[in-house]
T-cell receptor, first 116, second 113 residues
Framework: GAVVSQHPSWVICKSGTSVKIECRSL??????MFWYRQFPKQSLMLMAT?????????EQGVEKDKFLINHASLTLSTLTVTSAHPEDSSFYIC????????????FGPGTRLTVL | GESVGLHLPTLSVQEGDNSIINCAYSNSASDYFIWYKQESGKGPQFIIDIRSNMDKRQGQRVTVLLNKTVKHLSLQIAATQPGDSAVYFC????????????FGKGTKLSVIP
């Protein structure tokens, strides 16, 4: 299947700083990518839909000014957690949607964010 | 999918036995369902999918059953192996054309050697 990568795989930061997470589709182009958050022992919760060349669509309860999403190319979407706080510590997972008839969604390996 | 809970349901199975993992979905209009496997610290891995116009689909060692009447989905794993130990999530596509997925709460499968 298609490959999606995330960078970094883990990050530790101080409270109040910003952290950028990259999501890349390595062997296909993705006009749509999704960002999820997963707390320990819980399910994946969709945060936002990232659309190449346009603004992201955020799910209810997700602050767009805190979680900045930029989908600047057909293979890269970034999620920036601004002014991170300990409660933002979580596992952030992206997925990329293939285009065409298949429209399959492939997931990245996730990024573990720990805010001290 | 169901609302997120704080504790994952756990299923313990002897190696070689069959496993059945269940999921109740929320939207009767959902037309596409997927089962994912997630190992610790990794992203979800696609296992098998099924569309709403089917009630059964088989893959290699896995079978998905869909009961639209009671909004129930199940994943059957034949001859469960230690490598099958993981958390399994069902996901539903609630809105045709959106491709957004809503995940169920997950079930942790532990295989006893």
């Amino acid at each position: 299947g298609a490959v999606v990568s995330q960078h970094p795989s883990w990050v530790i930061c101080k409270s109040g700083t910003s952290v950028k997470i990259e999501c890349r589709s390595l062997d296909f182009q993705a006009t749509t990518m999704f960002w999820y958050r997963q707390f320990p022992k819980q399910s994946l919760m969709l945060m936002a839909t990232s659309n190449e060349g346009s603004k992201a669509t955020y799910e209810q309860g997700v602050e767009k000014d805190k979680f900045l999403i930029n989908h600047a190319s057909l293979t890269l979407s970034t999620l920036t957690v601004t002014s991170a706080h300990p409660e933002d510590s979580s596992f952030y997972i992206c997925s990329a949607l293939t285009s065409g008839a298949a429209n399959e969604q492939f997931f990245g390996p996730g990024t573990r964010l720990t805010v001290l | 999918g169901e609302s997120v809970g704080l504790h994952l349901p756990t299923l313990s199975v002897q190696e070689g036995d069959n496993s059945i993992i269940n999921c109740a979905y929320s939207n009767s209009a959902s037309d596409y369902f997927i089962w994912y496997k997630q190992e610790s610290g990794k992203g979800p891995q696609f296992i098998i999918d099924i569309r709403s116009n089917m009630d059964k689909r088989q893959g290699q060692r896995v079978t998905v059953l869909l009961n639209k009447t009671v909004k129930h989905l199940s994943l059957q794993i034949a001859a469960t192996q230690p490598g099958d130990s993981a958390v399994y999530f069902c996901a539903e596509n609630m809105e045709a054309g959106s491709y957004q997925l809503t995940f169920g709460k997950g079930t942790k499968l532990s295989v006893i050697p």
